[in-house]
């Protein structure tokens, strides 16, 4: 997917909401839909099961008006978590111009954050991308579960971030982080603009 | 309405509330109508709308003294209007608008409901917008929540750029209050001004007044206000918050996705190369016009600017100009061609120009071949035949044989007739349809002439463009007459091109035009050259007995051999004799006879009565001989003839 059509000049930035189940992916769309001013709001949809748990993928469009000439819409998709949708794991992720990983705080889950971090580096890799060159930005989410259950972001840090790109601790359910995540996302796929084209 | 000169960018503090707008203001400032136009700017009250459109007005009239720039709020606009009209000057008060560069027009949430005002304004938009004029205009909410206005003004509104100024942050606040200080030379305690910013105000007015009353306990109580008086000073302001203080629970923001969205905006704006954007506006613009746009498109695809962007930009106006005057002149001329799809694609240009060429050409087609002259009534003989049979050529395929012919030879001996004629033969084997056009250098010359005082110089070329024939009799007369060669030359060009039959008559041969340009020159002399003689002998008794036969006298077999016999530099010459004959024989009240020819012509020679030439000889003559001299056609009397025998 181009970022950029000059022809319809249109933005279109597809950022995929990634990381293990039941980290709270969904829970930063939904968090965002709540925000979308009414006269603004596209449908967003969601392919969930009866227990709640993502079934396919959510996707929420949003319009963002016309920005500098260009009708701006981004696209947030989010990924089921669950280990064996592996495939539509990897069609969502497909032309994704930024990624977000929202890792799960919680000490016992690091395991799934870790594993599905490689998941998401092995994906990308399958479909030929770098994923040093794909704008990401980590979301440590449930940071305001007691102290003694989760990790500190310092300590998350140092199991996930080797790359050193923006973090954020977040507490999806009540919006503490979430929209910081986005914009910080938003930034890096917008930066990638003004850069040469690939 | 003047603008407060103290509004100015330098004093603008600016924050992430407003950083879009400024930037935005900015750029119509540094080259009005040329970027966001219109540019809307809204805001709650107290944020900065009237310092940004003053600081647009004061950076432009800095930088260009000559632009014009008016600053009005909607409400001296609605007045402005009504007294106009009510004095009978509405015209004025619309003339005066359309002088105007830089319209900066404050408050526009009072459009509500004013339904002439609203119309007054469409038009004025369309005006200025139109001629690339910056407007700029600001409200405290945007146009689609201004109630009660045309939608067409609203998409008008809407249709460059709205930024909306928010709420400034605590580093904002900071930064505007400092600025105040130093501008009023006050000093606070350190601390103080950090504690005031803390509190949430509604906009920056209000916490100006806040400021203003530090000021005012400070100076007039004598005393340094310590943070901690703050809130004790400003306490019963019923608009004071407090905020962020230690301790508070984070509150999610009511407007996150707001603010977000205004993030955004500004990446967006930083990181879309700013010629692309201008492209896409122009593209958004002219799309909106009505214009096919598919060659800026193309320059979307470029990944680098290409050097000359603004030039294809500027050239892709001048072209819309061009075209909206083509369609304007073809709409006079038929109005069924107003709205034809070649007037709206940039692109199409030139098919535009052939379409308006052919309908001003048939609204008035050049001047045809004369119907006097025909074919049939073109005598032949060696002194011409030449010249006939390219001719006939040229009937027979037109275009394809001889293109240009150039037929040059003295006055008098039919080219004319033969131009008219090959006209009238072009015309009717086609059945009418081939276009002729068969004109006089020296017509071609004063149809220029008028055009050019007319102004109407594209329509009458046009008219010989279209042609599909184009027969100029007497072309020697362009010899001198730069401007009539140059339009001659380019509606050869256009013919020639187009596999047209050009024919032309002169009295010289090309090489022998003194005054003729080598272009044409060498252009005529590209086709057939050909030479019509003054008619010999056997074309002088031809023509003797058509044109004498076409009077009521009768003419005998000697008297036409007698004429033939003449000299005749040309038709008309013959022509001309003949009504002399005609005459004579008239005034005597006898039928033309040889004698009564002889006593007109040769009355010298009439008195002695000669015997004639015998009839043998003389067609033994024309038949063996060629050259006149050589035949001796005055015979002596018999004695003398047998004194040169015996000899």
């Known amino acids: 997917m181009s970022l950029v059509n000059y022809a319809t000049r249109e933005i279109t930035c597809k950022i995929v909401y990634y990381g293990p189940g039941r980290s709270g992916k969904t829970t930063n769309l939904h968090y965002i839909y709540g925000q979308v001013p009414e006269d603004r709001k596209g449908k967003m949809v969601s392919l969930a099961t009866q227990t709640d748990r993502t079934l396919f993928f959510d996707f929420l469009p949003l319009d963002l008006g016309t920005i500098s000439g260009f009708t701006t819409k981004f696209q947030l998709y989010t990924v089921p978590g669950q280990v064996y949708y592996q495939t539509t794991r990897k069609l969502v992720l497909q032309g994704a111009d930024g990624v977000v990983f929202v890792a799960d705080s919680q000490a016992r889950q690091l395991e799934e954050n870790i594993e599905s971090f490689q998941d998401l580096h092995a994906n990308l890799a399958e479909q030929g991308i770098d994923a040093r060159a794909v704008p990401l930005v980590i979301q440590y989410n449930k940071q305001d579960l007691p102290r003694d259950l989760i990790l500190t972001p310092a300590e998350l840090n140092d199991a996930l971030n080797f790359r050193g790109v923006p973090e954020f601790g977040a507490d999806a359910l009540h919006g503490p982080g979430v929209f910081e995540t986005l914009r910080s996302i938003s930034e890096l796929v917008l930066k990638r603009l003004s850069q040469p084209v690939r | 309405m003047q603008v407060d000169p103290r509004h100015r960018f330098d004093n603008f503090i600016v924050g992430s509330a407003n950083r879009l707008a400024v930037a935005a203001a900015r750029a119509v400032a540094e080259s009005p109508g040329a970027v966001y136009n219109p540019l809307f700017i809204y805001s709650s009250s107290g944020l900065g709308k009237t310092h940004l459109m003053g600081a647009i007005g004061n950076h432009v009239s800095s930088h260009a003294s000559s632009v014009d720039i008016e600053y009005v709020s909607l409400d001296d606009f609605v007045e402005q209007l009504h007294a106009a009209i009510a004095s009978g000057e509405g015209e004025r008060f619309k003339q005066r608008y359309q002088r105007v560069d830089v319209l900066l027009i404050d408050d526009m949430q009072f459009l509500t409901g004013r339904r002439e005002t609203q119309t007054e304004l469409l038009r004025l938009l369309n005006a200025m917008q139109g001629s690339g004029r910056q407007i700029v205009m600001s409200s405290d909410r945007p146009p689609a929540e201004i109630a009660d206005v045309d939608e067409r003004l609203i998409t008008r509104l809407a249709g460059g750029l709205i930024v909306d100024i928010g709420t400034p942050d605590f580093e904002t606040r900071i930064a505007i209050m400092r600025a105040k200080c130093e501008e009023r030379g006050v ?328 005054g003729l340009e080598d272009r044409l020159r060498s252009r005529f002399e590209g086709g057939l050259v050909v030479e019509m003689q003054s008619p010999d002998r056997a074309l002088r008794e031809k023509l003797f007995a058509r044109y004498l036969a076409a009077t009521e006298h009768e003419p005998g077999p000697e008297l036409l051999s007698y004429l033939a016999e003449r000299p005749m530099a040309s038709v008309r010459e013959i022509i001309g004799t003949v009504n002399r004959l005609v005459a004579a024989a008239d005034v005597a009240g006898a039928p033309l006879t040889l004698a009564v020819a002889r006593a007109e012509l040769d009355p010298e020679l009439s008195a002695s009565s000669r015997p004639a030439t015998p009839a043998v000889v003389r067609a033994a003559a024309d038949t063996f001989f060629l050259d006149d001299e050589k035949v001796v056609w005055e015979w002596t009397d018999a004695s003398t003839r047998m004194m040169e025998e015996l000899k």
């Open chain 2, 187 to 514: 000093k606070f305690w350190p601390g103080v001004v950090e504690e005031l910013g803390r509190l949430e105000f509604r906009n920056v007015r209000e916490l100006q007044g806040a400021l203003n009353r530090l000021i005012a306990f400070q100076t007039l109580g004598g005393e340094q206000i310590k943070p901690e008086d703050v809130l004790t000073v400003l306490g019963d302001l019923p608009e004071v918050k407090i905020a962020n203080r230690e301790g508070s629970a984070r509150a999610p923001q009511a407007n996150e996705f707001q603010s977000f969205l205004t993030d955004i905006a500004s990446a967006v704006a930083q990181h879309v190369e700013s010629w692309k954007a201008r492209v896409a506006e122009a593209i958004a613009y002219w799309t909106g016009e009505g214009y096919r746009t598919a060659q800026l498109e193309r320059l979307l695809q470029e990944s680098a600017p290409p050097a000359n962007w603004e030039a294809i930009l500027r050239g892709f106006g001048a072209t819309v100009e061009r075209l909206k005057a083509l369609e304007q002149q073809a709409t006079e001329v038929d109005g069924a061609l107003g709205g034809n799809e070649v007037f709206r694609d940039p692109e199409r240009l030139r098919d535009a120009e052939i379409l308006l060429d052919r309908a001003l050409a048939g609204a008035t087609p050049p001047p045809g071949p004369s119907a006097a002259f025909t074919r049939q009534g073109f005598e032949v003989s060696s002194s011409n035949q030449l010249a006939v049979r390219a001719a006939d050529d040229i009937v027979a395929e037109p275009g394809k044989r001889y293109s240009p012919l150039f037929i040059h030879g003295p006055s008098g001996v039919g080219k004319t007739h033969l131009l008219n004629a090959i006209g009238n033969e072009l015309v009717d084997g086609s059945g009418g349809a081939t276009a002729v056009a068969c004109v006089s250098a020296q017509v071609f010359m004063d149809e220029l002439i008028e055009a050019l005082q007319e102004g109407t110089v594209e329509r009458w070329r046009a008219r010989y463009r279209s042609a599909d024939a184009l027969l100029i009799d007497d072309v020697q007369f362009v010899a001198g007459k730069e401007r009539t060669q140059e339009e001659l030359f380019h509606v050869f060009n256009a013919l020639h091109s187009e596999g047209k039959q050009l024919v032309f008559c002169s009295d010289r041969p090309p090489r022998e035009l003194d």
